[in-house]
């Protein structure tokens, strides 16, 4: 029985990541309608970041909550620059061309990224300073580590104040109101410039924490962590339906419960890939805009 | 017979002979016909993926995924039941076909699902591909298929390369091509219009994959070597890449797509890997000025040469004239 309870555990914390990387990929689709293959890549990038904050912050306090506090705002504030720069540069001359172009040079983007760090700073894995202290903890007979519980409660947190400022705030309105219909949204006099630049920062935003996160799980990371993540983030997405934000924690979620049980429940673990994109095929063939995207009917 | 068809054969008989030339005496030097090789297999790769991707106008990332079955079941089909460099053609149809099938598999999601979830489906399907092959252990799983016997020459490459551009000319020229056209335009305009559109993709699909399974089978038994490592993100990438850049929807568009972007990563080997960001800035900056590519629906054509050489010939005359003028 423990040994179940063990892996809702870990299903729980590698789900809420997932769910924060879907959610940066869902909000940059649903304002931008932009599938973003360089999401995946600004991840990698935030986690450099992460780690060179990180190690500075650690030369002057050695108390790490507030290294990982510290390091995760410079981080986001970075890579929310540069997510928003790359927008302006790449993204904005395209936005009345094709939908493909788009990707295209989003692919691009994802490119230089990946390839920059590795020029810059070499192929070797790096290991991330431990921004969260990991405490065993003991509940019956089931071992919690405080780390776990942590990245949980920090994953939670960020969805609950990114869906009350989507909910709440008026920059929150006028997203949803570009998402729900551009045209009409820009006659209330909502600039999609803005909402688009405010997508991407949330977008890059909820990467850094997830890159935060991931790596307090896994410790160490490389330049070609972006890809992995990019499907991760990808197939979460699609899974939940693209461009809702629900949907994209669902979606995390169940990618993190065919990873984690299905890792178990198979013979050879290596075939929870398998098992991964074939839930997705059958899911998108019956429900072709994933569990809780909206049915969009079709303009002639 | 027109002049246009005429100087088209006579091109194509003098590439056959300069292949023939090159594979029996040597004329060039052997990392030069690999690039040439590469060139053909890509530019057939290339074409395929245009038939989806461009005159379709769907967003298909299975090209890895297709591209595997093709080339594993060629490469299969000659070390196992076909040991001789005659029955070559024979592992590549097998290989085509195998990769057909899978393709007309691919086809019935697209009846349905639309956009950016075709696109991850298709997405999906590669990487299950690639899983799957790597679990398999009669296909070597994740340490690949080897030795492939080397069957591949340059001659094999040129005649696929000449079929594929003739059989993707007579696609686009016939019924089904224009069907095509019209789906990528506007699918309910085409239904209205009494365009069979689940035939149109099925066809699309198939002939798609096939030629995709060509390159496949075409590329392992030029490596003598093949692993699923290699048709996952970066084939993916480069494929898609080589179709953006020559242009969609273009014969002239693929070929010259595979041209430039192999040539491209050949040439600067030498910088390593800033020759990939250099792809990246290519890609976006390509975007931004002729989001179509290159050809981007335009082909080549002996007229086109013919105005711009009579063209230029004007242009050089005005401006000798205007500089003797000025004397």
Redesign the interface.
């Known amino acids: 029985m423990s040994i179940y309870l063990q892996q809702l555990v870990n299903m729980v914390q590698l789900g809420s990541i997932y769910a924060l990387l879907a959610i940066g990929f869902t909000i940059v ?1 649903g304002i931008a309608r932009l ?1 973003n293959f360089a999401h995946g890549p600004i991840f990698m990038v935030s986690t450099y970041l992460l780690f060179f904050f990180g190690t500075f912050f650690y030369g002057f306090v050695s108390v790490s909550w507030v290294v990982y506090f510290l390091s995760v705002l410079a981080a986001s504030v970075l890579t929310a620059g540069l997510a928003a720069t790359i927008e302006k ?2 993204y904005k ?2 936005r009345e ?9 989003s ?6 990224l ?3 760090v ?2 810059a700073i070499g192929p070797v894995p790096k290991r991330m300073p431990p921004l969260i202290k990991d405490v065993p903890l003991m509940v019956g007979e089931v071992k919690f580590s405080l780390a776990s519980i942590i990245i949980i409660a920090v994953a939670a947190v960020s969805m609950v104040v990114l869906s009350l400022f989507i909910k709440r705030s008026r920059i929150g309105l006028a997203l949803r109101a570009v998402s729900q219909d551009p045209i009409a949204a820009s006659f209330m006099g909502i600039s999609r410039n803005l909402m688009i630049s405010v997508a991407f920062i949330l977008g890059a935003v909820m990467a850094t924490i997830g890159a935060s996160l991931y790596t307090t799980l896994y410790f160490t990371f490389s330049p070609y962590i972006g ?1 992995r993540i990019n ?1 991760y983030s ?2 979460a997405a ?1 899974l939940g339906g ?1 461009g809702s934000i629900q949907g994209a924690v669902l979606g995390g979620f169940i990618l993190a419960a065919l990873y984690v049980f299905g890792a178990m429940a198979l013979p ?1 673990s ?2 929870k ?2 098992l991964v ?2 839930v ?2 059958i899911i ?2 019956v429900k ?3 569990l809780l995207g909206k049915k969009s009917a ?1 303009k ?1 | 017979m027109k002049k246009s068809t005429l100087l088209n054969l006579a091109v194509a008989v003098a590439g056959l002979a300069f292949c023939v030339l090159t594979e029996e005496t040597g004329l060039i030097s052997n990392t030069l016909k690999l690039v040439l090789e590469f060139i053909a297999i890509n530019s057939i790769l290339v074409l395929g993926i245009n038939i989806i991707n461009g005159y379709l106008g769907v967003f298909s990332m299975a090209h890895a995924g297709i591209m595997a079955i093709g080339g594993y079941a060629a490469s299969l089909a000659s070390m196992y039941f076909l040991p001789s460099p005659e029955l070559f053609p024979v592992s590549l149809l097998i290989g085509g076909f195998a990769s057909m099938l899978i393709g007309l598999l691919i086809a019935f999601p697209s009846f349905s699902v639309r956009g950016d979830y075709l696109a991850i489906i298709t997405l999906g399907f590669s990487l299950l591909i690639q899983s799957l092959l790597e679990n398999i252990d009669f296909v070597g799983a994740s340490r690949g298929l080897r030795p492939i016997p080397h069957y591949t020459n340059l001659i094999w490459c040129y005649l696929c390369f000449v079929l594929a551009i003739v059989v993707v000319k007579r696609l686009v020229k016939s019924k089904y091509g224009r069907s095509l056209l019209a789906i990528r335009r506007d699918q309910v305009a085409a239904e209205l219009v009494s365009v069979d559109v689940r035939h149109a993709k099925l066809v699309a699909f198939g002939l798609s994959a096939f030629l995709i399974g060509v390159s496949g089978g075409l590329l392992c038994h030029l490596l003598s070597y093949t692993n699923p490592g290699a048709y996952g993100y970066s084939l993916i990438v480069d494929g898609l890449i080589m179709v953006y850049l020559g242009g969609i929807g273009s014969i002239t568009g693929s070929v010259a797509g595979a041209a430039i972007w192999q040539v491209l990563v050949q040439t600067l080997r030498p910088v390593g890997m800033w020759r990939w960001i250099l792809g990246g800035i290519i890609l976006i900056v390509l975007m931004i000025f002729k989001p179509d590519g290159i050809f981007g629906n335009a082909e080549f054509s002996w007229r086109w040469l013919a105005g711009k050489v009579v063209a230029s010939g004007r242009f050089f005359a005005r401006k000798g004239a205007r500089s003797g003028g000025g004397k």
Do not use: C, K, Q
Not at chain 1, 97 to 105: E, H, M
Not at chain 1, 107 to 112: F, H, L, R, T
């Open positions: 689709y599938v540069v790449a001359p395209l061309g094709p939908l493909v172009a788009l990707v295209v040079s692919v691009g983007v994802g490119m230089i990946e390839y920059g590795l020029v890809d499907w990808f197939i699609v693209i050879v290596t075939y890939d398998i994109f074939a997705l095929i998108l063939l072709p805009t994933g079709e002639v």
